[in-house]
């Protein structure tokens, strides 16, 4: 039997739409984007996420510190209206985001407050059609794109994405999420270990840019990189306090000051791996708070991160190194008067002392005469069995040494406490022990750069057989 013609192209036809590989239901990965992309955004930038929620086709999931940004809640709006399913979730603290996710609800957008079990949520996401993960430095709020320098790594990694979009639905169902992506970095659990490993690990050059750091891990870890000669160069958002700069100047870490804000931090590594997340270098954001990074080691995101911090390193002035005025600025208290180190302190009234029958040269007239240059003694000691004076630096600086020598009685137990402007007292400078022949005891010690500036006092108490002496003093610590 012959097969008309036509009826033989309708067969054909079928059997290639049969053989054609099936339509993917769950989303596509944009032609346009890399496994990794790296977009830098400055206040005047046009807004890459706008972009891609433009393009989303079946789902959208979004997870913000806050969200009140106009322009993002319409193209939200505007995605729900050609059917892709929206889901939204902000932080339970953020009241500036009622309005806009009252707006998406009203919208038949999903929307719910982050997980009330963490502190805050700070992390911020886009995951779009299920196969790429958009991750930013800043909150997807107005301000940020306003007035903020703004990184956005497009992720097509497919661990990455199903990391995060399990995060999101953990968050949405009040879980605790699990960490198994290729390249994220999640808060709490490693995020803090992952920002140290990645400084500890540089051997070139660390180029970093950050919100906000006290975290002290974070801080030695930096000084210690500058310590082992690797060039670190730290730009800061220009509302960081000025003690943390002040602490990394002094230990020759170059620091600048942005011209516009920054959120988060992003770390470069010997220009080869950049960490890019939400969280700020801080407690709270890399111990407590819901954050995410990722850690990707690509030639094409190094050159866009490196390109936009020469671009904003330039762009900033530098900072000089703080100085110590060789003046103390906190008079002594009056317990006891303290002796230049250079001098060496007779005991107060020993045996065979004869006071001198020569009037004393007035000082200067700009300051009121001291009536000795001696520590005063202590009227509850016996001068003849137990002495006792302190010599000090009246200012130190952060980083340095400082040095209390106790002369007294030789044999004497020597114990000496020192207490910060934090009123803490655990440190290297609290010791004891046992006067030498020459009846010197010396505590010596470096004081902290994660110390903070201020009056840091010291009690200091021998004794011998049943005696007991004790002196207070007090010097100021500087940047």
Known sequence: ???????????????????????????HAPAQYAMFTLVSERPTSPDALITLIKEARTSILIESRAIDDPTLAHALIAARARGVDVRVMADP?????????????????????????????????????????ALSNTPFTLEARQGEHRFLLLDLDHMDVLQATSIFYDDWERRSPKSFGDHTVLAPADYAATVVSTITGANGTLDIMAGALTNADVLRALIAAAQRHVSVRVLFDPGVPSAVVQQLLLAQVAVRLMSVGFAGAAIAADHDHLLLGSAALTDSALQTYRELGLLVKDAGVLSVYDSAFDAEWRASAPIAVPTVSPTPTITPTPSITPT??????????????????KTPTPRPPTRTPTASPTATPMASATP???????????????????????????????????TYPDLTSNNPGTTSGIAGASGTFSDSWVVSITTNPGIATATIIVTGGSLRKSASISFTITF
Do not use: E, F
Request: net charge positive; with cysteine; hydrophobic share 40%.
């Open 1 to 27: 039997m012959i097969v008309p013609r036509v009826v033989r192209l309708l067969l054909i036809c079928c059997l290639l739409l049969l053989a054609a590989p099936p339509v993917q239901a769950r989303g």
């Open 384 to 418: 003849s069995a137990l002495s006792l004076n302190v010599s000090y630096a009246h200012a130190v600086r952060i980083g340095s040494t400082q040095r209390i020598t106790v002369r007294t009685s030789p044999g004497a137990r020597v114990s000496v406490t020192v």
């Open 93 to 133: 603290q953020s009241s500036s985001s009622t309005s806009v996710l009252g707006a998406l609800a009203a919208a038949d957008v999903w929307t719910r407050r982050g997980n009330p079990a963490l502190p805050q949520t700070g992390q911020a996401t886009a995951i779009v059609d299920g196969t790429v993960l």
């Open 340 to 357: 230049p180190t250079t001098t060496p302190i007779p005991s107060p009234t020993p045996k065979g002392y004869h006071p001198p029958t």
